[in-house]
């Protein structure tokens, strides 16, 4: 199983990014994808997921309206579309895979068995 994400970069505030993760050796369908961050001396947050079987995806409120997930699931990849970066959303964003849910609005950061090794996003002010 692997994830790599990419698409990470150096943006000044109100710009966008467009992050990707490439998944392999699972069962697209099966599983959902998140996508989470960790800010320098925090813990990780929960960013957003979507269940590949049906499509349905959950934001956070910090970034609901602003960021926007999405699968290609002949590549298997999801994709994370960041708009109207802050300050705040500077953080290595890593994805995820969890099998076997149900909700995506009742997902645990528990569910996710497999991580990619992260790509870093800095806004500048």
């Known amino acids: 199983v692997q994830l790599v994400e990419s698409g990470g970069g150096l943006v000044q505030a109100g710009g966008s990014l467009r992050l990707s993760c490439a998944t392999s050796g699972f069962t697209f369908e099966d599983y959902a994808i998140g996508w989470f961050r960790q800010a320098p001396g925090k813990g990780r947050e929960d960013v957003s997921a979507i269940l590949i079987s049906d499509g349905s995806t959950w934001y956070a409120p910090a970034v609901k309206g602003r960021f926007t997930i999405s699968s290609d699931n002949a590549a298997k990849t999801v994709t994370l579309q960041m708009n109207s970066l802050k300050p705040e959303d500077t953080a290595v964003y890593y994805c995820?895979?969890?099998?076997?849910?149900?909700?995506?609005?009742?997902?645990?950061?528990?569910?996710?068995?497999?991580w990619g090794q992260g790509t870093q996003v800095t806004v500048s002010p």
């Open positions: 995820a895979a969890a099998p076997g849910i149900i909700h995506i609005s009742s997902i645990q950061i528990t569910a996710y068995d497999h």
